[in-house]
T-cell receptor, first 113, second 112 residues
């Protein structure tokens, strides 16, 4: 099964708050888990990515937490800002040269000023 | 340094027609992947081209075909358009297909 399930579908957070988006996968062969940010009218842009050999990766205000046994991973956005308002997609891929990405269904994040 | 360039940005076609979408990869990238993104959904992998050959294909019918040119640019062709083909078509480039994709802004295709 290649599905990646993402929740919530939408999220509203106050400025300065923490935004948390969750994803679950079924295929244990997945070995690359990126998060993408997409603004209206634009293509997805890579935010941060993790491999299953680590449980957490932090880049600035963005942190990925990875739970291999539960087959879940999440994106935490600390000190959320109105400029973070966008749609966020988790994704996963198998090892190999082609690196086909399987995306979640997306989370529309709104950060209120 | 230009990123991934896609053309046209918007396109309206009639059901049954054929369409060609174009993509120029980011400088230094040699691999092009195409994704279809329906409204409110995540992108779905169509296929990937490397060294002018289709290297991997997603679950899309043969109506979807592509090509990669010696300069690494690529085309996506869709024949016998259906209303359900209406979507944002995204091109993503990478070096060697090893992730680290750069996505273009997409072509919005509307089939009427």
């Amino acid at each position: 099964q290649q599905q990646v399930k993402q929740s919530p579908q939408s999220l509203i957070v106050q400025k300065g708050g923490i935004s948390i988006i969750n994803c679950a996968y079924e295929n244990t062969a997945f070995d690359y888990f990126p998060w993408y940010q997409q603004f209206p009218g634009k293509g997805p842009a890579l935010l941060i990515a993790i491999r299953p050999d680590v449980s957490e990766k932090k880049e600035g205000r963005f942190t990925i937490s990875f739970n291999k046994s539960a087959k879940q991973f999440s994106l935490h956005i600390m000190d959320s800002q109105p400029g973070d308002s966008a749609t966020y997609f988790c994704a996963a891929s198998l090892s190999g040269s082609a690196r086909q990405l399987t995306f979640g269904s997306g989370t529309q994040l709104t950060v209120l000023p | 340094d230009a990123g991934v360039t896609q053309s046209p940005t918007h396109l309206i076609k009639t059901r049954g027609q054929q369409v060609t979408l174009r993509c120029s990869p980011k400088s230094g990238h040699d691999t092009v992947s195409w994704y279809q993104q329906a409204l409110g959904q995540g992108p779905q992998f169509i296929f990937q081209y490397y060294e002018e050959e289709e290297r991997q294909r997603g679950n899309f019918p043969d109506r979807f075909s592509g090509h990669q040119f010696p300069n690494y640019s690529s085309e996506l062709n869709v024949n016998a358009l259906l209303l359900g083909d209406s979507a944002l078509y995204l091109c993503a480039s990478s070096f060697g297909g090893a992730g680290g994709y750069t996505f273009g802004s997409g072509t919005r295709l509307t089939v009427v």
